[in-house]
């Protein structure tokens, strides 16, 4: 049977994922060191504490979490992070357990998007959103970053070229701490002069942060969502927080913060989806907050990974050629390098394969057709020190 032209016009558009596609030619070349992917170290994953926590919930309360569960999330686990996140008059209506932050970025879209609309992202930003938001037939539109994040001069200026072309602009996305790809965080007076404008110009915000724990130095930086909240703005910002990156990405666990109304439409779409998160798992990760464990694992994982992000901007600074620049993350997997223009970092990349070692051109994190080439994004939290050092020297030497 013919499929083809029985898909429907969002399954027909969706092409496989290039970072996959282009990650899969690396595969099996012995030798190659790979600073491609955005995968946690498998030496971050507390295994024997999860198995507990696991057996723990499944003897105790097997007949209750065995059981479907709720669609808007676990009780337990939505009191263990209002406690942690140090939410004030936050009531369970205002959270949203889902499956990975994947699935509620895809609930937000969902909940928002009609064919045609603008969504407005940084420039570049996390594929994986970008491809569900062109899912729902978004129009997307990139706003340039500098070191403090998301250029608001710019954003102000594509605010207004869309109210001069009659387009609509539904919510803006963005990655404020060590951001997927850049590894830049935004200023806490970027992040305020965000809220204020949008605010004023009543465009909602999407805050994904996976990342934020992951910090080997410098201050925290309160969320957009905090910020929004001390001007009493419930539902401008909706936040997504995962565990994939503090406890495993395997682990599927992840939530949203935002209005009553907001996460009401979210829970709506995640009952359809997936009917609820997986309850034994959402289980386990509160009895693993209940038992003070989670503090313990950001210190193992911040641990862990300071000495690969030292070889990571240790070697950059002792091998990389001085035309060529670098974000100077404070935590997080990533850095993102600026190559002299002119230079294509997709022909690079060949020519890296042969030398044994992988990276992502930057192309592959812009909307179509808004394409940066002489840009790639390395990852520092799989490959260990020692090879994240050998894989930066043999990259700058064909540079
Ligand atoms: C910025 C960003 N958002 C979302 C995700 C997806 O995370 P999750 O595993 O919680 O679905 C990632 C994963 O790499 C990411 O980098």
């Known amino acids: 049977m013919k499929f083809n032209e029985k898909f429907s016009k969002a399954t027909a558009g969706m092409g496989s994922s290039m970072i996959r596609e282009l990650v899969a030619t690396t595969k099996g070349i012995p030798g190659l060191i790979s600073l491609a992917g955005g995968f946690p170290s498998p030496d971050s994953f507390n295994k024997e504490d999860i198995a507990e926590c696991y057996k723990e919930v499944v003897l105790e309360s097997g007949n209750d979490i065995l059981q479907y569960g709720a669609s808007e999330g676990d009780a337990q686990l939505k009191e263990e992070l209002i406690k942690w996140e140090e939410y004030k008059n936050m009531s369970m209506d205002e959270m949203l357990i889902t499956v990975g932050s994947t699935n509620a970025i895809y609930y937000y879209a969902k909940t928002f998007i009609n064919p045609g609309d603008v969504i407005l992202c940084e420039a570049p930003s996390f594929l994986g959103s970008l491809v569900s938001f062109e899912a729902e037939m978004a129009e997307l539109i990139s706003i340039e970053m500098d070191d403090e994040g998301i250029n608001i001069d710019k954003l102000k200026q594509a605010i207004a070229?869309?109210?001069?072309?009659?387009?609509?602009?539904?919510?803006?996305?963005?990655?404020?701490?060590?951001?997927?790809?850049?590894?830049?965080?935004?200023?806490?007076?970027?992040?305020?002069?965000?809220?204020?404008?949008?605010?004023?110009?009543?465009?909602?915000?999407?805050?994904?942060?996976?990342?934020?724990?992951?910090?080997?130095?410098?201050?925290?930086?309160?969320?957009?969502?905090?910020?929004?909240?001390?001007?009493?703005?419930?539902?401008?910002?909706?936040?997504?927080?995962?565990?994939?990156?503090?406890?495993?990405?395997?682990?599927?666990?992840a939530y949203a913060v935002s209005s009553e109304e907001i996460i009401g439409k979210m829970c709506s779409w995640?009952?359809?989806?997936?009917?609820?998160?997986?309850?034994?798992?959402?289980?386990?990760?509160?009895?693993?907050?209940?038992k003070d464990l989670l503090v313990?694992?950001?210190?193992?994982?911040?641990?862990?990974?300071?000495?690969?992000?030292?070889?990571?901007?240790?070697?950059?600074?002792?091998?990389?050629?001085?035309?060529?620049?670098?974000?100077?993350?404070?935590?997080?997997?990533?850095?993102?390098?600026?190559?002299?223009?002119?230079?294509?970092?997709?022909?690079?990349?060949?020519?890296?394969?042969?030398?044994?070692?992988?990276?992502?051109?930057?192309?592959?994190?812009?909307?179509?057709?808004q394409e940066q080439?002489?840009?790639?994004?390395?990852?520092?939290?799989?490959?260990?020190?020692?090879?994240?050092?050998?894989?930066?020297?043999?990259?700058?030497?064909?540079?």
């Open 270 to 290: 995640q009952q359809k989806v997936n009917v609820s998160p997986g309850c034994v798992t959402e289980r386990m990760v509160a009895r693993f907050m209940q």
């Open 373 to 399: 080439h002489n840009c790639l994004r390395l990852n520092y939290s799989y490959a260990k020190p020692d090879a994240i050092r050998e894989g930066v020297k043999r990259l700058a030497s064909i540079m």
């Open 161 to 253: 070229d869309c109210k001069t072309m009659g387009k609509k602009i539904k919510f803006l996305y963005t990655i404020p701490d060590f951001q997927n790809p850049t590894g830049i965080s935004m200023s806490a007076q970027r992040r305020m002069d965000l809220v204020e404008l949008m605010a004023e110009v009543n465009i909602p915000i999407l805050e994904d942060n996976p990342y934020s724990e992951l910090r080997y130095t410098g201050e925290m930086i309160p969320s957009i969502f905090k910020i929004a909240e001390e001007k009493n703005l419930r539902g401008l910002v909706t936040l997504v927080k995962s565990f994939s990156k503090i406890l495993g990405p395997g682990l599927r666990v």
């Open 296 to 369: 313990k694992q950001i210190g193992i994982v911040n641990d862990l990974y300071t000495p690969y992000w030292e070889a990571m901007l240790t070697a950059l600074e002792d091998f990389m050629p001085k035309t060529v620049k670098w974000t100077k993350p404070e935590g997080g997997m990533f850095v993102w390098l600026t190559l002299p223009e002119g230079v294509d970092a997709d022909e690079l990349f060949v020519k890296a394969r042969e030398q044994k070692v992988a990276f992502i051109p930057g192309s592959k994190f812009f909307p179509k057709g």
